[in-house]
């Protein structure tokens, strides 16, 4: 299945506002998750469930960024020395800091790209505010076919010009939304709420 | 560089809902590019804010930037991560030091380019700053050089890109040309 299908399936099967919720509830659960071998388990869930919404996923920059955290807090040494080879020396508490926050700063990566979508409506006037900015952001997009390298600058401006001008300002939000009906999935959704508080409690217990 | 704000409030709404927009784009823009760092951006998306300076009053470049933030979180599915926690104060230190420098300074004594590397230094050394605390601990400190000098490096490309772009655009003399129309 490639990944416009999974995203297309991902986002008929969940409602927008119940899946940001539960990515925002489920974030706050992975910051209190104590030890390293629960926010690995939640970094590979939060993976597979990003992979699943369609969304671009790229382990190779994934590793990149762990490696990079990782490696930059080898720089100032804490703890056992674990390995010296060569130049380099490991200590055992810099390592399993930089493994931790590697993993909760990708995690949190997975669990944003699997719960949130542009079809997301925020309330109040910054939410209209900003549902107009999404739709003046369509209309560009329709437009970008029409730039072409040899006439960048011009062919940019000319869309430009054509887009704020035909803003009219009277744009109102699309009644009756049909992105924030109930879909099939939702009801799954409190479960793994549910099941991530859980995990977090026994884990706090067990420690 | 010259003063345009737009008078009328359906007026600065509008603008700054389509500067939101051209941010969002130029952020998918950018987002398609092959980057050698992972944190290496040339930003793209801060052309709307930078030219927002001198189009928008502050209490409208101040929503544009926080639409900016939450819009390419959204947009990229970054919303509940560090990395907007990331990019909402290294856009906010960047909007606040140009608007700051251009009311300071004035719209003559400075320009696109200088707007632009202050902007771009703000937003590295901030995002420096809260990589300290949060991912890179006391290592942090032998990165900000090289933070500092990518901030220089993008700002200037930014700025030429935008000096380029201001003298050029039919765009951007419209909508000034709208405003000295309505005052």
């Known amino acids: 299945m490639g990944r416009l299908e999974r995203r297309e399936r991902w986002e008929a099967a969940f409602s927008p506002v119940p899946l940001a919720l539960s990515g925002a509830f489920l974030s706050l659960c992975l910051l209190f998750m104590p030890g390293l071998?629960?926010?690995?388990?939640?970094?590979?869930?939060?993976?597979?469930?990003?992979?699943?919404?369609g969304r671009?996923?790229?382990p190779l920059a994934a590793l990149v960024v762990i490696a990079g955290i990782v490696g930059a807090n080898l720089l100032v040494p804490v703890g056992r020395l674990i390995l010296a080879w060569g130049?380099?020396?490991?200590?055992?508490?810099?390592?399993?800091?930089?493994?931790?926050?590697?993993?909760?700063f990708e995690a949190l990566v997975m669990v944003s790209k699997a719960s949130l979508g542009p079809s997301l409506r925020l309330p109040g006037r910054f939410g209209s505010f900003f549902a107009e900015a999404l739709r003046c952001y369509d209309r560009i997009l329709e437009r970008k076919a029409t730039v072409r390298a040899a006439t960048f600058f011009k062919d940019i401006d000319d869309a430009l010009v054509s887009v704020y001008d035909g803003m009219d300002?009277?744009?109102a939000a699309p009644s009756g939304d049909p992105g924030n009906r109930g879909r099939p999935g939702d009801r799954f959704l409190p479960f793994a709420a549910l099941a991530a508080g859980l995990a977090v409690a026994l884990a706090v217990i067990a420690r | 560089m010259t003063s345009s704000m737009p008078r009328s409030a359906s007026e600065k709404r509008r603008l700054a809902a389509f500067l939101a927009a051209l941010a969002f784009f130029l952020s998918a823009v950018e987002?398609?590019?092959?980057?050698?760092?992972?944190?290496?951006?040339?930003?793209?998306?801060?052309?709307?804010?930078?030219?927002?300076?001198?189009?928008?009053?502050?209490?409208?470049?101040?929503a544009l930037a926080l639409v900016k933030v939450a819009g390419m979180s959204l947009l990229t599915g970054s919303l509940f991560?560090?990395?907007?926690?990331?990019?909402?104060?290294?856009t906010m230190a960047s909007a606040l030091v140009m608007r700051g420098l251009y009311a300071l300074a004035g719209p003559k004594a400075i320009s696109w380019v200088g707007l632009c590397v202050a902007g771009a230094v703000a937003s590295n050394l901030t995002q420096a700053l809260l990589a300290r605390v949060i991912v890179f601990?006391?290592?942090?400190?032998?990165?900000?050089?090289?933070f500092l000098g990518l901030g220089l490096v993008s700002g200037l490309v930014l700025g030429v890109f935008a000096e380029l772009f201001s003298a050029r655009s039919a765009w951007l003399a419209g909508v000034r040309g709208?405003?000295?129309g309505q005052a």
Do not use: C
């Open chain 1, 37 to 53: 071998a629960g926010r690995a388990a939640f970094f590979a869930a939060a993976s597979f469930a990003a992979w699943l919404s």
């Open chain 1, 56 to 58: 671009k996923v790229s």
């Open chain 1, 87 to 104: 130049p380099l020396r490991i200590h055992q508490e810099s390592l399993y800091q930089g493994l931790e926050k590697a993993l909760t």
């Open chain 1, 169 to 171: 300002g009277t744009d």
């Open chain 2, 31 to 62: 987002y398609m590019l092959p980057r050698p760092v992972p944190f290496m951006r040339v930003g793209l998306a801060n052309l709307p804010i930078l030219f927002a300076v001198e189009l928008l009053p502050w209490g409208w470049y101040l």
């Open chain 2, 81 to 90: 991560s560090y990395v907007a926690v990331f990019s909402l104060a290294g």
């Open chain 2, 137 to 146: 601990g006391e290592s942090a400190r032998y990165m900000i050089p090289a």
């Open chain 2, 178 to 180: 709208r405003r000295d």
